[in-house]
């Protein structure tokens, strides 16, 4: 006797549900397709602008006319190798130096603190602080320091009353410091420049420093070694990488900056002030987009040295 069985087939997949299960089974298809509209918007909105730029820089300025020759040169690049415009290219880089140096010196310990001790509230009460100037207006935070840097201001009110006022009369009277007061001079600058990037660098070197074990650190000490050999031979090796991310911010964030030194600077010129220029009042395009490109290959440069040192694992 033999038994009949009936093959029921499966009700037909929708069109949606097809779709699902061919997703399903190509992972990659689904981050591609999740990936294309931010690729997509890079590629087009960035790097295409960034093509134009560069195709830009090649160009030149006709003299008599004011016009742009379209014709590929690097007459506009020897034009940033003049003595004046080559002092803005250094003037800026060595700003952002400074700046990548002290926001280091000063928030080393600051991060130290808070990785190593704070714990609980007191590590919330840290990232609130560090990261409550980032919270309000850039251009109000510009200004406010303006305010307190000013001749009349609440600074050199408080060295007055301190009985030292001759210390910023110092400061200013030395030579290429520039200005009358401390809004208008490179120590200023300097400041300001310090105090907006700084949170960039206790964040990165903060993270770093949460990834020393202690086990390491209390075997440097059970071996003989001093606070300070501890320091330099196994915390500052192991928290480089995040010093090196942190200036990456403070350095590239620098190197561009254009309103700090306007509002707040010497009237010399730095490469953002020169490019607005060169775009704006003077109309040469040209020479404009190949200021902008001289941060873009510095920090290239930068980069590639930065990757090296490990600084893309701290951040």
């Excluded at 029921?8 to 397709?33: H, K, M, N, Y």
């Excluded at 002092?87 to 990785?115: C, D, H, N, Q, W």
């Excluded at 010497?266 to 490019?275: D, E, K, N």
Aim: avoid cysteine; aromatic fraction near 12%; hydrophobic fraction near 55%.
């Amino acid at each position: 006797m033999s038994v009949a069985t009936e093959i029921i087939a499966p009700p037909p997949q929708s069109a949606a549900a097809r779709l699902a299960d061919g997703l399903w089974r190509r992972p990659g298809l689904v981050v591609a397709l999740l990936l294309a509209p931010a690729l997509l918007w890079l590629a087009v909105v960035y790097l295409g602008s960034l093509a134009t730029l560069l195709r830009q820089s090649f160009f030149s300025l006709e003299e008599f006319s004011g016009l742009v020759v379209e014709d590929y040169t690097l007459s506009t690049y020897a034009e940033l190798l003049q003595p004046s415009n080559f002092e803005i290219i250094k003037r800026t880089v060595l700003m952002a130096a400074a700046v990548s140096v002290a926001s280091a010196i000063v928030g080393f310990p600051i991060a130290y603190v808070a990785a190593r001790y704070a714990r609980g509230a007191w590590k919330a009460a840290f990232y609130i602080a560090v990261m409550l100037p980032l919270w309000s207006s850039y251009l109000v935070k510009v200004y406010a320091w303006k305010l307190i840097l000013a001749r009349e201001g609440i600074l050199t009110w408080t060295f007055g009353k301190l009985g030292l006022g001759f210390v910023l009369d110092g400061l200013l009277a030395l030579p290429g410091v520039g200005g009358g007061s401390l809004s208008t001079s490179y120590i200023g600058t300097f400041l300001v420049f310090l105090y907006i990037w700084l949170p960039y660098m206790i964040l990165p070197t903060q993270a770093a420093l949460e990834r020393v074990p202690g086990s390491l650190i209390n075997a440097s000490s059970d071996l003989g070694a001093t606070p300070w050999a501890t320091f330099r031979h196994v915390i500052l090796p192991l928290a480089a990488p995040g010093i090196v991310a942190g200036s990456i911010f403070t350095f590239s964030l620098t190197l561009g900056d254009y309103i700090i030194p306007q509002v707040i600077g010497s009237g010399r010129y730095f490469i953002g002030q020169a490019v607005y220029v060169q775009q704006g009042t003077a109309g040469n395009i040209p020479l404009a987009a190949a200021f902008t490109v001289v941060p873009i290959v510095i920090m290239g440069v930068y980069l590639a040295v930065a990757r090296k040192l490990g600084a893309f694992d701290a951040l």
